[in-house]
C-alpha cells in the first residue's frame, strides 16, 4: 500500500528492493497526482521491509534517479513529479541520501547542489562518485566521493565539446573503469565522460 507509479529500482547487498515512487498514493481518482515523499523498500521474498517506506531527507517525487553506493547509502534525484493542483509544490533540484536504516542523512530539502535540475539517472561509481542526469539544464552533476561539498556541474557545453547536442539527459550507466555513459533523449546522442568527469565521446544514429 502506497506505491503510485513506482519507477526505477536498487538492490542493496542483502538483496532488498529499494523502489523510487513518483506519486503519493490516493485511492481518489479525482485528486491530483502529487509528487511523493517516500522510497520503498522490500525483502528478497516480497515482503515491504520493516519500517519502509521511508521518508525525509528531502524526497520529492523521486522517479528513475536511485543508486546504492559503496557505502551502502541510497541516493536518489528529487525529479518532482506531480500534476495540477497539488498544494505543496515539488522540489525539482535536490538529491536525497538514506542510510540502509531508513534514516534521512540529507536535509529537509535534500542536498541542492552541483546544478541538479529535474534530475532522473542517478549512478554511483566504485569510487563513490555520484553522477546525475539532469533533465532541465541538459547537464550531468557530479558529486565526488558522495560529498555534496565536493559537487559540480558538467554542462552541454563541456559534455559535448562543441561536437553536437545533448539534450534531456535520461538514463546513466558506470562501466568497470568508471566511465560514464548518459542518454539524451531529446537529443538521440549518449555522452561517454571520464571518471572525472571529461568528455570522452558523443554517439548518435
Known sequence: PGLDGPGNFAMDAGGNLWVANNYAYSRQSRQPAC???KVFRFTPTGQTYPGSPYSG???SGVGFGIAIDPSDRVWLGN???EGKGCETAANHYSASVFSLAGEAESPERGWEVGGIDWPQGTVADRAGNIWLANCGNNSVTRIAAGDPSK????PESQITA???SFGRPFGAAVDPEGNVFVTGNESATVAKLGPNGEPLALYSG
Open 162 to 164: 562543441g561536437a553536437g
Open 151 to 154: 559537487a559540480v556541474n558538467l
Open 35 to 37: 509528487g511523493s515523499d
Open 79 to 81: 525529479f518532482g513529479f
Open 57 to 59: 531527507g528531502g524526497l
